[in-house]
């Protein structure tokens, strides 16, 4: 089993910025892809940014060049950078964690909530 543990989430005026990390435990082998996701009330869960364990990263277009993702291997942690940041970055952010065969992990969710 995969645990998931995300902090630094919080409330930020319009054009600030924010760090969220997520650090992973449990049977950790062969981590495909780190990632994270957010969810807005009434939204779909959607892909923000994720990474591959060769360092490939993915953006969504609307997070291009105002987000950054890092992992950390020997620490087994995954930063997303969040600078300018909008009302409609609003939304429950979670950890994702990907590895062979299907598997799949989840956290438990960081709230961000950005004022206009």
């Known amino acids: 089993q995969v645990q998931l543990v995300e902090s630094g989430g919080g409330l930020v005026q319009a054009g600030g910025s924010l760090r969220l990390s997520c650090t992973a435990s449990g049977f950790l082998y062969s981590i495909t892809v780190m990632g994270w996701y957010r969810q807005a009330p009434g939204k779909q869960r959607e892909l923000v940014a994720s990474i591959t364990s060769g360092g490939n990263t993915n953006y969504a277009d609307s997070v291009k060049g105002r987000f950054t993702i890092s992992r950390d291997h020997a620490a087994n942690t995954v930063d997303l950078e969040m600078n300018s940041l909008k009302p409609e970055d609003t939304a429950v952010y979670y950890c994702?964690?990907?590895?062979?065969?299907?598997?799949?992990?989840w956290g438990q969710g960081t709230q961000v909530t950005v004022s206009s």
């Open positions: 994702n964690l990907g590895q062979p065969y299907g598997l799949n992990y």
